[in-house]
């Protein structure tokens, strides 16, 4: 009588532990890989920005003057 299931046993170990082996590898690389893109997005988001410039501000008269060379009323302007 010949013992098939001691021979396919030992090669379904092996590629057991072969996936075990890739799996865990990898789940330590995506680990590792989302560890540096968040704490680097988390670092950006707690460092103070310099502003170079100052917010533009928006010239009200000169906007009136313009729409009354060109014969134009505002519609939503309110007058201040």
């Given at each position: 009588m010949i013992k098939?299931?001691?021979?396919?046993?030992?090669?379904?170990d092996r590629w057991l532990l072969v996936i075990s082996i890739v799996?865990?590898?990898s789940i330590i690389?995506?680990?590792?890989?989302?560890?540096?893109?968040?704490?680097?997005n988390l670092f950006q988001a707690?460092?103070?920005r310099v502003q170079t410039e100052p917010p533009t501000k928006f010239d009200m008269e000169g906007?009136?003057?313009?729409l009354k060379?060109?014969?134009?009323?505002?519609?939503?302007?309110?007058e201040e």
């Open positions: 098939t299931q001691n021979k396919i046993r030992p090669s379904f799996l865990g590898v690389a995506i680990v590792v890989f989302s560890l540096i893109f968040l704490s680097n707690f460092v103070p906007y009136r003057q313009v060379d060109l014969n134009r009323t505002p519609s939503v302007v309110s």
